[in-house]
């Protein structure tokens, strides 16, 4: 089943980034990516590689969180406070590029 809906461009900009970061890892994605083309603008790839930078921290300290620290320590508790932060800073820049592309969607974050 196929199923389309329209997004911001900062949120096809970081599901894109997530894509690339997944296949840099080795996973078969292919598929998913021949879904997104390269959107000939002058601000695209310099937003993607903002947005593939920022992805590629959160994957990391996720892999640390689930891998390389003792549950409940202190450790655990600074990477779960350092991917908020991270998380903060990827919705901040992902408002910042729909206002930049003038989107008319963007993400709406509670807390």
Do not use: C
Not at 5 to 26: C, N, P
Not at 95 to 102: A, E, H, M, S
């Amino acid at each position: 089943m196929k199923i389309e809906i329209s997004i911001s461009i900062a949120e096809y900009i970081d599901r894109y980034s997530i894509l690339l970061i997944k296949k840099a890892q080795g996973l078969d994605v292919d598929k998913e990516i021949k879904q997104y083309e390269d959107i000939e603008h002058p601000g695209f790839d310099y937003y993607l590689s903002i947005m593939k930078a920022i992805n590629w921290q959160l994957w990391d300290l996720e892999d640390v969180k689930r891998k390389g620290v003792e549950r409940y320590s202190k450790q655990e508790s600074d990477t779960a406070f350092l991917i908020t932060q991270i998380n903060d800073l990827r919705h901040e820049t992902k408002k910042r590029i729909d206002v930049f592309f003038g989107s008319e969607f963007t993400e709406k974050k509670s807390h």
